[in-house]
């Protein structure tokens, strides 16, 4: 078995920990592959590769790209992180996500709740997102735990709710294969659709997040064999957010040899 963690977030996202922290906790707790891969940004890299040097951790660049279907998010592998045709997309995306939380914040403003962007937005060092505004409404009390903030106010039905203005899955995708990289759907079991994999599939998707931080030894077989019936890669990753996100616990999932192995043959083919 090897321990690998090939989904993990930062402040530059949705994260509460610096990349170097994320680093230190990944090499605590004997990851010997790790990749960050925040939300539609890839600017926490540097920093988290200058503290990987001598760490005896591998730290690799990659991408979490949300989708507007559903909770379907495309994580990216093995990418061109300095590629301009990336990077221009992954501020367009951002630029619609703060968009979004504007329109969140004045939804918000009508039910009583004053939230300012600025407070909102000092929560992260690039991109933006509900967590961001469930932090806001944390610290003013209103709730508890971004969770709460969720149930209450963030999701379809609640009272701060607007629809994702995130890219299709098919354009991540693309996109991601176009910087050089490949795919993999992260965390399977917020898919509603699952035979919507087999179309991605036919796209250009490559991998199913088998092994993750809340599947059971039962969830592992059934997307183990999905992945298998669709041709599809097993990834694995805790989804890690650190300290107060509610997804902080330590880092690492063992996968097999066999499927580490396949992960890096594919691996070493990108550029």
């Not at 806001?136 to 009390?141: E, P, S």
């Not at 993999?184 to 088998?210: F, I, N, Q």
């Amino acid at each position: 078995m090897k321990k690998v963690d090939l989904h993990t977030h930062s402040r530059y996202s949705d994260g509460t920990s610096a990349p170097e922290e994320v680093v230190a906790r990944a090499k605590a707790a004997r990851v010997e592959l790790l990749f960050l891969t925040d939300h539609d940004t890839v600017a926490g890299f540097p920093e988290a590769a200058a503290a990987a040097a001598g760490s005896g951790v591998e730290v690799r660049c990659g991408i979490e790209i949300n989708s507007i279907e559903g909770s379907t998010h495309i994580l990216g592998y093995g990418i061109r992180w300095k590629d301009s045709g990336l990077l221009a997309r992954l501020s367009e995306f951002r630029e619609r996500r703060a968009k979004r939380v504007r329109l969140i914040i004045e939804k918000l403003a009508k039910k009583g709740i004053s939230l300012s962007f600025d407070d909102v937005a000092s929560g992260t060092r690039e991109t933006l997102g509900r967590p961001h505004v469930a932090d806001a409404l944390r610290r003013q009390g209103v709730v508890k735990s971004r969770q709460e903030a969720f149930d209450r106010f963030l999701t379809p039905g609640k009272p701060g709710y607007v629809e994702s203005m995130d890219p299709t899955a098919e354009e991540a995708i693309t996109l991601i294969r176009d910087a050089g990289g490949f795919c993999s759907v992260a965390h399977p079991d917020t898919v509603c659709d699952k035979a919507r994999l087999e179309d991605w599939a036919k796209k250009g998707l490559e991998g199913l997040e088998v092994y993750y931080s809340t599947h059971t030894p039962s969830d592992i077989i059934r997307y183990a064999g999905l992945a298998e019936r669709f041709g599809l890669l097993a990834t694995g990753g805790t989804d890690y957010h650190g300290p107060g996100s509610g997804r902080d616990k330590a880092l690492g999932v063992s996968v097999p040899d066999e499927v580490f192995g396949a992960f890096m043959e594919r691996l070493a083919k990108c550029g």
